[in-house]
Structure formats: structure tokens, C-alpha cells
């Protein structure tokens, strides 16, 4: 059956160090991955998309990989702040252009 | 700002009273989703509309349905609702089909006493 896997454990870390998260699937083959922010009682809101042909891609102080091989997406924020704390969601793309969405990973910064 | 407004923010039904929860968006999105999200779990697909084709997942229940009696509103009626459904729902469009991210409004809280 298809599964997506996130950190099971919140994050705990110190502000100016970098979280790292992680997505593992299991029967996808996603041509792109996306990455949502949710935070307390509100809807996700989308922060990036990977396809299934980059290793790569960043925005501000985010990176995200994507390895089709071992099926993983990390999810790094670098020089973190307090603000940053939130659920961050792994999305897969389903064969019919629907996503499946994981359960998130909760990122607490400390400052 | 164009965006996604559900309605209302917390609901509160009583045990098999029918409820329904609305949505609607200004950025004049072809797609729209209702998913349903339990504390800690990911959203859940449960319908999407195509313009005006609807597109039942699989295992949503019955008691589940959706309207979209116009491009900008879209509503999700829960005919029966139980325990077990009390839930966020969270509405979302995309643009196309093929464009790949949604717009999330920010969520009805229900309650089912």
C-alpha cells in the first residue's frame, strides 16, 4: 500500500541552526514533491516544488532534495528563527494530479 | 488580496444534525478540494470538483457530499454527522489540474456533540 513518512518526532532546535525533515514514500512515483507550512488551527500554506528531475531547489533560507532512488525528500531550514516553528507537510503527487499529504513534523525554535 | 475564505471558523452540530460548511474563493481557481484533517494526521482527501465535475474519492462515506453551484463557492454538506467526524476541513483550489499547488483557506473547526 502507499504510505508517506515524516519525522514521527517533533523537532526541537536552537535558534541559528539549521532543522533538517524528512519524507519517505512507498509505492509513488511522484513527478514532483511539495512542501507546506501549517500552522496551529489554520490551513497549509505552500513553500515548494520539487520535480522528479532536479536534486535541488531553494528559496530564501529553505532547501529541499528530492532522491527518486531511495524514495526520500529532506526539507532543510537553515539559520532558523522562532518564527519558523510550525508543522511542515510533505505532498506527493498522485497519478490522477491529486496530492497525498503526510502528517507533518512539528519544528519548535528556540530563541 | 485574492484568496480562500471558509466559513464559519468553528462549527458546533449536535449528533446527526446535518451541517454544512462553506468556501469560497476570489482568485477564480477551476479546481477546488475539501479535505478532511484530524489532530495530527494528515489532510484526507474527500472530493474535488473540475469546474463542475465532481470526483468522489473512493472511500469518503456518504455522508459526505459537496455542491459547487458556481466557480467561486463550493460547500461540503455532512448529512449525518457522528463523533468520529469532528474534524478540521480545510477547502483548497488549484488553478488547473495540472498546476500542481493548492491554496489552502484556513479551515472550519466541527465539533459533534
Known amino acids: 500500500s502507499q504510505k508517506i513518512e515524516q519525522n514521527s518526532e517533533a523537532l526541537n532546535i536552537q535558534e541559528g541552526k539549521t532543522a533538517t525533515l524528512t519524507c519517505n514514500y512507498t509505492n509513488y512515483s511522484p513527478a514532483y514533491l511539495q512542501w507546506y507550512r501549517q500552522d496551529p488551527g489554520r490551513g497549509p500554506v505552500f513553500l515548494l516544488l520539487i520535480r522528479e528531475n532536479e536534486k535541488e531547489k531553494r528559496k530564501e533560507r529553505l532547501k529541499v532534495t528530492f532522491d527518486t532512488t531511495l524514495k526520500q525528500s529532506l526539507f532543510h531550514i537553515t539559520a532558523s528563527q522562532p518564527a519558523d516553528s510550525a508543522t511542515y507537510l510533505c505532498a506527493l503527487e498522485r497519478d490522477d494530479y491529486k496530492l497525498s499529504f503526510g502528517a507533518g513534523t512539528t519544528v519548535t525554535v528556540r530563541a | 488580496d485574492a484568496m480562500v475564505i471558509q466559513n464559519p471558523r468553528y462549527q458546533v452540530t449536535q449528533f446527526g444534525k446535518p451541517v454544512t460548511l462553506s468556501c469560497s474563493q476570489t482568485l477564480n481557481h477551476n479546481v477546488m478540494y475539501w479535505y478532511q484533517q484530524k489532530s495530527s494526521q494528515a489532510p484526507k482527501l474527500l472530493f474535488h470538483?473540475?469546474?463542475?465535475?465532481?470526483?468522489n474519492e473512493a472511500d469518503t462515506p456518504d455522508n459526505f457530499q459537496s455542491r459547487r453551484p458556481n466557480t467561486s463557492f463550493c460547500f461540503l454538506d455532512i448529512r449525518s454527522p457522528g463523533l468520529g467526524d469532528a474534524a478540521m476541513y480545510l477547502c483548497?483550489?488549484?488553478?488547473?489540474?495540472?498546476?500542481?499547488?493548492?491554496?489552502f483557506g484556513p479551515g472550519t473547526r466541527l465539533l459533534v456533540l
Open positions: 470538483y473540475y469546474d463542475k465535475d465532481f470526483n
Open positions: 483548497a483550489t488549484s488553478e488547473e489540474r495540472t498546476k500542481e499547488t493548492q491554496y
